[in-house]
């Protein structure tokens, strides 16, 4: 990412850093891909690999189950969290599993409780606020977040979420098997964003301060793997993981915020790449934001047909109206599920009345992906089975 110095560091990497007593701080490099990718080095007061126990941490429901037989679904996410389940549950042990491949997988949350400290040691997260606001502190220090954020952790970055305000936290949380990066065609070659990014440096939000915090026998909870089974480890550290007095360097969390996503538009409609913010290995993620739509005179502004060979979509819709979905039973908090292997498209008569039209209102992250996922039990919990007939209008045979 881009550079960022926090906190006291020394004037030389890799020298004698010490407190006003004279005692060392300890430097760790935090860094990907070996020693070849995007870095940071944090300064702690104590031994950051130090534990005293590690136990096992039991998921939730993990299971998968193939989209056999083939169809478009659609999900209704407020149906998972009635009531009030939201004060009983966290940001992280209260995810419900939606949808996974190897590469990728997408969750849904409600929650008012502060979670544990956490690591995911698989991959990156990138979480959307789809309302609420909350504190993540994490050993690069603290970062607020709000509706509309989209917070990019690093791999194996300890933190914690900290819900605040009166109303629940609701978070669409893509975790990645790989890092999650701006897309290359937006970096020059030394890594700036360039001029035709929708976005810049100045929309990314990081830490600004250390975050101190004193204590012993400290849990972290760890998602790691086994082959292809997601499992938990339940570790204890000897003194706080969050102990870093300063660090530097490109790796680190930050938000953006989709407002802050400058939409592409052209005079005949533009194809989802234009809508592009971020990648990982083997998927995309796309900020679908409110936006002037095509001006040729005889341009028909809803997408065409089209069927990705090679890609599952996915699209969360979080704000606006959807127009391309209206008589679907697509609201907010819906995600559709179109996989790869036959056509999708607007539902019936929005084409036609999308002629004319010259704004869209609408606001939605998609997740494309290149293997096919599979449902997880907070799909199979929360589906409308008649959305795949909506086209047709009528049922199964």
């Known amino acids: 990412m881009f550079y960022r110095c926090v906190g006291a560091v020394p004037p030389k990497r890799h020298t004698q850093h010490r407190d006003e007593r004279g005692n060392l701080y300890y430097e760790e490099l935090m860094g990907e891909e070996g020693f070849s990718g995007d870095s940071s080095l944090l300064y702690h007061r104590g031994l950051p690999p130090a534990i005293v126990d590690s136990t ?98 690093p791999r194996a970055t300890t933190h914690r979420w900290l819900p605040t305000g009166g109303a629940p936290l609701r978070a669409y949380v893509i975790e990645a ?31 600004t ?9 400290v849990e972290v909870l760890v998602k790691h793997r086994a082959g292809a089974e997601v ?21 680190y969390p930050f938000t953006f915020n989709i407002a802050d996503f400058e939409p592409i538009t052209g005079r005949v409609h533009q194809p989802p790449p234009v809508h592009q913010a971020f990648e990982g290995a083997n998927f995309v993620i796309c900020n679908f934001v409110p936006r002037k739509v095509d001006y040729h005179p005889l341009s028909i502004p809803v997408p065409y047909y089209h069927s990705n060979v090679d890609s599952d979509e996915i699209m969360f819709y979080c704000g606006g109206n959807y127009g391309a979905r209206k008589g679907s039973g697509i609201a907010q908090g819906s995600v559709s599920v ?60």
């Not at 499992?231 to 660090?247: C, E, K, M, S």
Request: net charge negative; hydrophobic share 35%; with cysteine.
């Open 177 to 207: 098997s790989s890092h999650i990066t701006p897309p290359k065609r937006y970096l020059s070659k030394f890594g700036q964003l360039l001029e035709n990014s929708p976005y810049c440096e100045r929309d990314l939000h990081g830490p």
């Open 56 to 153: 096992v941490w039991e998921l939730g429901d993990q299971s998968l189950t193939p989209n056999h037989p083939l169809r478009h679904r659609h999900l209704r996410l407020p149906d998972l969290f009635p009531g009030d389940t939201p004060a009983a549950t966290d940001p992280v042990t209260g995810r419900r599993l939606l949808l996974a491949n190897a590469d990728v997988r997408i969750s849904y949350v409600v929650s008012e409780a502060a979670s544990p400290l956490y690591r995911n040691a698989i991959g990156d997260e990138l979480v959307y606020v789809e309302s609420g606001a909350a504190v993540v502190e994490s050993v690069f220090g603290t970062v607020p977040v709000h509706q509309g954020d989209q917070l990019l952790m």
């Open 231 to 251: 499992i938990g480890t339940r570790l204890t550290y000897a003194t706080h993981p969050f102990d870093v007095v300063g660090w530097d360097g490109c790796l």
């Open 338 to 397: 179109h996989p790869g292997g036959y056509a999708h498209g607007p539902q019936p008569g929005a084409y036609e009345r999308s002629i004319g039209a010259e704004f869209f209102d609408e606001l939605a992250v998609m997740v494309d992906t290149f293997r096919p996922l599979q449902l997880g039990e907070g799909a199979l919990a929360c589906e409308d089975p008649g959305y795949a007939w909506t086209w047709s209008g009528r049922g199964p045979r």
């Open 209 to 217: 301060t250390p975050l101190l915090a004193e204590g012993t026998d």
